[in-house]
């Protein structure tokens, strides 16, 4: 296949380039290099014949016209996105500019070179978005397809409003789309303004390592990679018009994740004294929901997959990443907002 990735030099859209060059695939990755986005994140591959980049930001619907009939991939894999919560809580303006109209324009773009085509039924719009549309969770249940949306950030709400978006595309135009809605990822790469990268270079640094509230707050955790896996099997092999979340079958409160974290440091980095004594309760996000948790039932039974990666496995092999790659994260903090204290303006 020929897959245009939008935010491949992000976190998780660089997982899906590496992988989809890796096994045959050619990729256009579409980036506009905002804060979070870094080519170093898809150097292993930027001298493949298979990958091409171009800068364009997804709200520039001429640059994407002149994209879509240059290289005329077989799928869009629509992964650029503004997505730290907090940044939307200071600033949500960003977060319906990119999320909401860039998604449109995408769509518009995409709809002209599926039907300038003649429609091809094989084309796919694989938009990919987050558990967090489904709003906040109690102790039990999980999150299925059919969850009624109930967003609590401007981030979350802003990420429902492109997955109504899509569907009525598919609906009102027939453009052919799947969609999936991931639990938190984390892994290799990570921007060191999310919780994993940040317990692990404030412990480093020796800091104190930030801890919203009491740390009860509960997530499913999925390796990065093993979701780029299930991306790319969803943009091959799912229904057209059907959409499928995509968990890692790893829930763990906030305060466990973060003690985990700090005894893989003791046992890889030993230090003086015990990285957990760094642990600091802050005040809690505004709005920070409860838990979130996955049902992958579907993608299970419809299309074989399944996490290979425990949330241990995935920790441990984070961590290495980290502690051999100092020269990438060391790049990223004079960015703006790393290491601050974001989304307190509420």
């Not at 380039?17 to 804060?35: I, P, Q």
């Not at 829930?251 to 642990?279: F, G, K």
Request: hydrophobic residues 40%.
């Amino acid at each position: 296949m020929k897959l245009l990735v939008t935010g491949g030099a992000g976190f998780i859209g660089s997982a899906v380039v590496r992988l989809a060059v890796a096994r045959g695939h050619r990729v256009v990755n579409v980036d506009a290099l905002t804060y979070a986005a870094c080519l170093d994140n898809v150097a292993s591959v930027a001298d493949s014949p298979a990958y091409a980049f171009e800068q364009a930001d997804i709200r520039d619907r001429a640059a994407l016209d002149r994209i879509f009939s240059t290289h005329q991939p077989d799928a869009v894999m629509h992964l650029a996105a503004e997505s730290h919560v907090d940044r939307s809580i200071d600033g949500p303006g960003t977060f319906i500019d990119t999320n909401i109209t860039g998604t449109y324009t995408l769509l518009e773009s995409a709809r002209a070179y599926w039907q300038g085509r003649g429609k091809p039924g094989d084309f796919r719009f694989h938009h990919i978005s987050t558990d967090e549309v489904f709003g906040s969770l109690g102790a039990t249940g999980l999150f299925t397809e059919t969850t009624p949306y109930d967003p609590r950030s401007p981030y979350s709400a802003s990420k429902a409003a492109s997955d109504h978006l899509v569907r009525a595309w598919h609906e009102t135009y027939g453009l052919p789309v799947v969609m999936t809605n991931c639990s938190n990822n984390y892994g290799p790469f990570h921007f060191p303004e999310k919780l994993v990268p940040v317990v692990i270079l404030n412990a480093l640094a020796g800091k104190p390592i930030p801890v919203y509230g009491q740390g009860e707050n509960i997530r499913d955790w999925l390796f990065v990679e093993d979701h780029a896996d299930a991306l790319l099997l969803v943009a091959q092999k799912g229904a057209n018009g059907r959409s499928y979340n995509i968990g890692g079958e790893n829930e763990a409160r906030n305060i466990d994740l973060v003690t985990m974290i700090c005894a893989i440091l003791d046992r890889q980095r030993p230090a003086n004294r015990p990285y957990s004594s760094l642990i600091t309760h802050v005040s809690d996000r505004p709005g920070h929901d409860a838990r979130y948790a996955i049902d992958p039932s579907r993608i299970r039974d419809e299309l074989g997959w399944r996490p290979s990666v425990t949330l241990e496995q995935g920790l441990e092999r984070t961590v290495a990443w980290y502690l051999e790659n100092e020269d990438w994260w060391r790049a990223l903090q004079s960015r703006d907002g790393v290491g601050m204290r974001l989304g307190v303006k509420a």
